[in-house]
């Protein structure tokens, strides 16, 4: 089974709108961390926002926010008031356990979003 | 602040040729570092790790090896190179193994093998 599905190959935007990439999860381990990144075409993988298994509060990071909902293991990034430099392919990635010797972070296969001016 | 470098950004090489790759980060000591290839249209799949100089640890087994000669140096080789190695490969970053300590990407090597 996957660990991390991203369902939505591509998305459509209109600048300004916000838009939800949705992400879920799959893992047996109680602590854990899930990553936002962002890939433009140039191909650098840019850090968006991270959030614990164990914050209740859900992160945000200026225009990006993560509707964490643990029992259904969805993370999904919300990206208000897009622009059109928004435009790329975005991952969503967990790492498992605080510690130890896990250091893998396990990507999904990324939503290609394109912001329509 | 920290930054990381790679190089060459784009390769270009014929099959059964050696590969060198290379990754550089400033401003930190004693990272973990990370190799990454992402295969076109997909997400990333880690290739090797290091938590020190001269420790390497191998997620994937392939014609690929990893080299940590620094501290903040991590070197991809390869002395036989195959068509499936084509790709783009992204060397990270991250303070520790925490689960909670992010990674950090450079700008990545594009390879072609032909």
């Known amino acids: 089974a996957q660990k991390i599905t991203q369902t939505q190959p591509g998305m459509f935007v209109q600048e300004k709108e916000a838009v939800t990439l949705d992400c879920t999860y799959d893992?047996?381990?109680?602590?854990?961390?899930l990553f936002w990144y962002k890939q433009p075409s140039s191909g650098e993988m840019i850090f968006l926002i991270y959030?614990?298994?164990?914050?209740?509060q859900n992160a945000t990071e200026g225009r990006y926010s993560l509707n964490f909902q643990k029992a259904r293991k969805s993370a999904n990034l919300v990206i208000s008031a897009s622009q059109l430099g928004d435009s790329a392919m975005y991952f969503c990635?967990?790492?498992?356990?605080?510690?130890?010797?896990?250091?893998?972070?396990?990507f999904g296969k990324g939503t290609l979003l394109t912001v329509n001016p | 602040s920290q930054t990381i470098h790679q190089w060459p950004a784009t390769l270009v090489q014929p099959v059964g040729s050696p590969l060198s790759l290379e990754c550089t980060v400033e401003?930190?000591?004693?990272?973990?570092l990370y190799w990454y290839r992402q295969a076109a249209g997909r997400g990333l799949q880690l290739l090797f790790y290091s938590v020190g100089i001269g420790q390497i640890s191998s997620e994937v087994p392939q014609n690929l090896s990893a080299s940590r000669p620094q501290d903040r140096q991590f070197i991809l080789s390869s002395k036989k190179l195959l068509l499936s190695d084509s790709g783009f490969y992204l060397c990270?970053?991250?303070?520790?193994?925490?689960?909670?300590?992010?990674?950090?990407f450079g700008p990545g090597t594009r390879l072609l093998v032909l």
């Open positions: 990270a970053w991250s303070e520790g193994a925490d689960a909670r300590e992010t990674q950090y």
């Open positions: 959030q614990g298994s164990y914050d209740e």
């Open positions: 893992t047996s381990d109680q602590s854990y961390g």
């Open positions: 990635a967990m790492r498992e356990g605080w510690g130890g010797s896990n250091y893998k972070l396990t």
């Open positions: 401003g930190t000591s004693n990272p973990n």
